[in-house]
């Protein structure tokens, strides 16, 4: 059975890829349209993404988290804001690398999260639901990259 919402379906071996349209960019950020929303996100990048504004481009998207991220029991998945760089996310944990000190949440679009000092990736379980604010320094790099 497929999915055909191109913002939130992840292959099941990649759950931290992005989906998304290309609306602007410059040699160190990048505006990404999330399909079927409204989200504009402004991510930096360290290169230039080689797309063309209006194309799909597929990659990952890495933030820091400024203090703790807490579990929480209601709610739906977000990014706060929905235009501008990531202030806030809330979503359901995808995926935890215990090795990095990340994990994935499904946040409207997969996010991987580089979690603050004060806790471990460990933390977590995979299926719960999770918000957290985080640093400005969202980074937005191609599949590949």
Same mark, same amino acid.
């Given at each position: 059975?497929?999915?055909?919402?191109?913002?939130?379906?992840?292959?099941?071996?990649?759950?931290?890829?992005? @989906?998304?349209?290309?609306?602007?960019?410059?040699?160190?950020?990048?505006?990404?349209?999330?399909p079927q929303t409204d989200y504009r996100l402004h991510?930096?990048?360290?290169?230039?993404?080689?797309?063309?504004?209006g194309d799909r481009v597929v990659g990952t998207i @890495?933030?820091?988290?400024?203090?703790?991220?807490?579990?929480?029991?209601?709610?739906?998945?977000?990014?706060?804001?929905?235009? &501008?760089?990531?202030?806030?996310?809330?979503?359901?944990?995808?995926?935890?690398?215990?090795?990095?000190?990340?994990?994935?949440?499904?946040?409207?679009?997969?996010?991987?999260?580089?979690?603050?000092?004060?806790?471990?990736?460990?933390?977590?379980?995979? &299926?719960?639901?999770?918000?957290g604010d985080v640093k400005s320094d969202a980074m937005?790099?191609?599949?590949?990259?």
């Open positions: 059975m497929s999915d055909t919402n191109a913002a939130t379906t992840q292959p099941q071996t990649k759950p931290h890829r992005v @989906r998304a349209i290309l609306e602007s960019k410059t040699d160190d950020t990048v505006v990404l349209a999330l991510l930096k990048t360290l290169s230039a993404i080689p797309s063309d504004p @890495r933030i820091k988290a400024a203090k703790r991220f807490d579990v929480v029991k209601t709610g739906g998945r977000y990014i706060e804001p929905l235009m &501008g760089q990531p202030r806030r996310i809330q979503g359901d944990i995808v995926a935890i690398d215990t090795a990095n000190n990340t994990m994935t949440v499904n946040c409207v679009t997969p996010v991987v999260v580089s979690i603050a000092s004060v806790q471990k990736a460990s933390d977590f379980e995979v &299926g719960r639901f999770v918000a937005f790099s191609l599949a590949g990259d």
